[in-house]
T-cell receptor, first 116, second 119 residues
Framework: DQQVKQNSPSLSVQEGRISILNCDYT??????FLWYKKYPAEGPTFLIS?????DKNEDGRFTVFLNKSAKHLSLHIVPSQPGDSAVYFC???????????????FGKGTLLTVNP | NAGVTQTPKFQVLKTGQSMTLQCAQD?????MSWYRQDPGMGLRLIHY???????DQGEVPNGYNVSRSTTEDFPLRLLSAAPSQTSVYFC??????????????????FGPGTRLTVL
């Protein structure tokens, strides 16, 4: 039973355009959501996160939107650059009072290709 | 500051062999975790630790043992390797952040991974 779903295995976008990566979750206990970026032969690196008390978080070219009622979040990259080409993982964390996000549930990932 | 280091980078085992994947971090993080990534799958949590001497199981713990004798090290042991354990293994660490005043500003740092093949 997959609790975090990324239904698009891949996405191809032209440089300068917007990239939108989607993620759905089924566990209503999740209260914190993260996006990780992964290049081949490297470990994932943290990109951006959002708490369930917010519906939007922005960091430079990256914006994450959260729709709690739909159990859906999306990552927008504007403008997309060739260096953004990587696998993007959506991850979710249950509430951990006083703790950190050490127990993450990941989606399968979406391969983003940004064409020059 | 090396961050999270993993050794070896690559390993080939025969079915039934044992080995230990090493993970170390120099950021004084309390929390450490092991994940595996299989083709077409996301990362799945194997075991995690919230501090020295404390470990717990994640989503896919069978066939793996862990221990946490120091804050810095969190080795993953395969006692009798099986082909189903062929995967890329990632170690991660993070520090404690209180959520009381909003979301943590820190999150998990991942190592570069160990690619394991079991024949």
């Amino acid at each position: 039973d997959q609790q975090v779903k990324q239904n698009s295995p891949s996405l191809s976008v032209q440089e300068g355009r917007i990239s939108i990566l989607n993620c759905d979750y089924t566990n209503s206990m999740f209260d914190y959501f993260l996006w990780y970026k992964k290049y081949p032969a490297e470990g994932p690196t943290f990109l951006i996160s959002i708490s369930s008390i917010k519906d939007k978080n922005e960091d430079g070219r990256f914006t994450v939107f959260l729709n709690k009622s739909a159990k859906h979040l999306s990552l927008h990259i504007v403008p997309s650059q060739p260096g953004d080409s990587a696998v993007y993982f959506c991850a979710a964390s249950p509430p951990i009072i006083g703790g950190s996000n050490y127990k993450l549930t990941f989606g399968k990932g979406t391969l983003l290709t940004v064409n020059p | 500051n090396a961050g999270v280091t993993q050794t070896p980078k690559f390993q080939v085992l025969k079915t039934g062999q044992s080995m230990t994947l090493q993970c170390a971090q120099d950021m004084n993080h309390e929390y450490m975790s092991w994940y595996r990534q299989d083709p077409g799958m996301g990362l799945r949590l194997i075991h995690y630790s919230v501090g020295a001497g404390i470990t717990d199981q994640g989503e896919v713990p069978n066939g793996y043992n862990v221990s946490r004798s120091t804050t810095e090290d969190f080795p993953l042991r395969l006692l009798s390797a099986a082909p189903s354990q062929t995967s890329v293994y990632f170690c991660a660490s993070s520090s404690q952040r209180l959520r009381l005043a909003g979301p943590p500003t820190d999150t998990q740092y991942f190592g570069p991974g160990t690619r394991l093949t079991v024949l």
